[in-house]
């Protein structure tokens, strides 16, 4: 497959934030990013070009997530000033502020009907507010830390939740309670996602790790560790076949679910890397970092077909026909060590509008516009690659193409077919093992906590006949 695919490339470099970029997403439309800062400001970037850029000025301290509504009309952000807005990313750009939470505002996501928000705050709690009536809905408390990061399935049924206790969690939105609970960091859970057809969500951590779950059995599916420092955020592929991270090691990775590795690694920021984000297509992706610098890429690698693959492996273990993650079962993480050499990027600031507002009612302050200019974009490699990320190959020995004598072909694909099948047997079996290997965990862990109750039972007991015998020891004794 990695001969057929494409390398990523740099497309647009935005520069327009004073401080490190917290939170990207592009518009549904395609034609707009939006990106929020510490510097307290909404950015709407136009994708067309020599277009302008709109500021948007209303958030009385660091603005920490964005996303647009699926109609792409409106744009709601998070903030550490306790508040969530949603704006109309227009010239007049009002906002209506929404007030509930105590603390810091971590994250904000629309449900996929637009018709609900999911934040993520340190106050502990998860809340769920109405786009329509703009107002709070209810509240999910069971986080016994900061929340850092809440989504909708794309079903809008569950929501994904995550934070510094450590601990992930899927909550029914119907009746609001916590249906499950996974416990597997060393550190805290960083950020939460489902992938499109909502049969997985992936977690990542500041323990440099990035897990999948599949939902409809409650395992583990995918562990990768290809990061030196914790994750901040990631991004699934439309197709579900690739995975995008961001880091603070300063670099982007790319992973293949199909495959299970790792393809690619980006560098083209001085710091960490705070924010990633596919666009609604796929075809393009940005990313952000604590150097104030907004970069758009170009996907590229996602132009190979998948029929092939189908029809190489139509005996998969997973009936169902589109390949994505859930015919992918558990893998050793993949440690690979940072590319040395980096994507350099120099640009002219793009047209930016400023504008001001405090909320809806209180109306604009006033607006400023900077001089016109195109945004250019030089970036460079070690190898010549024309901005090109360096794809970081784990087979290196395989330098030469199979030679294929033309005599033979029969006999080369009934050898083939024969190897596929047996291939299709030994995942077959690995996941039988597997499903044993977890039902051996269960089991155990119940005996363990058995045995530790019990120890804590006898212990008990034996504590109260020692003190009812010391009791009976001193007590007075009374002759007659």
């Not at 609001?176 to 977690?203: L, M, P, Q, W």
């Not at 001085?270 to 970069?295: H, P, W």
């Not at 093992?433 to 089991?443: A, C, F, I, N, V």
Request: glycine content about 6%.
């Amino acid at each position: 497959m990695s001969s057929v695919m494409e390398d990523p490339t740099l497309e647009r470099h935005f520069k327009g934030h004073k401080d490190a970029v917290t939170c990207a997403d592009f518009n549904p439309n395609r034609k707009q990013l939006a990106s929020v800062s510490v510097d307290k400001s909404l950015m709407i970037w136009n994708l067309a070009p020599k277009a302008r850029a709109f500021r948007y000025v209303g958030h009385q301290d660091v603005v920490t997530g964005v996303q647009f509504s699926p109609s792409g009309n409106l744009v709601a952000t998070s903030s550490k000033d306790r508040t969530v807005r949603l704006w109309t990313p227009s010239m007049k750009g009002e906002s209506t502020v929404f007030k509930a939470h105590t603390a810091t505002v971590r994250s904000v996501a629309f449900s996929h009907d637009g018709q609900r928000l999911v934040t993520a705050s340190d106050d502990k709690s998860v809340k769920v507010w109405s786009v329509h009536r703009q107002c709070f809905i209810y509240s999910l408390n069971q986080h016994t830390n900061w929340v850092r990061c809440a989504r909708f399935s794309p079903d809008g049924r569950l929501i994904a939740s995550c934070g510094d206790d450590r601990t992930v969690r899927l909550w029914d939105t119907s009746t609001k309670h916590c249906i499950n609970c996974f416990t597997d960091y060393r550190e805290s859970a960083t950020f939460v996602g489902f992938n499109s057809s909502g049969t997985c969500i992936a977690s990542s951590g500041a323990d440099s790790t990035l897990k999948i779950w599949d939902l409809r059995t409650n395992k583990l599916i995918q562990h990768y560790q290809v990061h030196s420092a914790g994750i901040n955020s990631f991004s699934f592929h439309p197709s579900n076949n690739y995975l995008i991270s961001g880091s603070s090691d300063s670099t982007v990775k790319i992973l293949d679910l199909l495959e299970g590795r790792l393809i690619y690694t980006l560098h083209g920021h001085k710091g960490a890397v705070i924010t990633v984000a596919f666009s609604r297509a796929g075809d393009l992706f940005a990313s952000g970092g604590a150097d104030g610098q907004v970069l758009m890429w170009r996907t590229n690698f996602d132009t190979k077909s998948y029929q092939d693959i189908l029809r190489q492996h139509s005996r998969r273990s997973s009936p169902d026909p589109p390949p994505h993650v859930t015919d992918i079962h558990p893998r050793g993480p993949h440690l690979h060590r940072p590319q040395p050499t980096a994507i350099q990027v120099c640009s002219v600031s793009p047209n930016v509008i400023y504008k001001y507002a405090s909320s809806r009612v209180g109306g604009w302050m006033g607006d400023e516009s900077t001089s016109r200019a195109r945004t250019t974009v030089w970036s460079q490699t070690g190898d010549g690659g024309g901005g090109r990320g360096r794809r970081e190959e784990e087979e290196r020995g395989q330098t030469h193409p199979l030679e294929v004598l033309s005599g033979h072909p029969s006999s080369l694909d009934s050898t083939l077919r024969h190897i596929v099948q047996q291939l299709d047997i030994l995942t077959q079996t690995v996941s039988v093992l597997e499903e044993r290997l977890t039902l051996t965990e269960d089991k155990l862990k119940e005996c363990l906590l058995n045995q530790s109750q019990l120890l804590k039972d006898v212990l008990s007991s034996e504590e109260r006949q020692r003190t009812e015998s010391e009791e009976t020891d001193g007590s007075p004794v009374h002759f007659t």
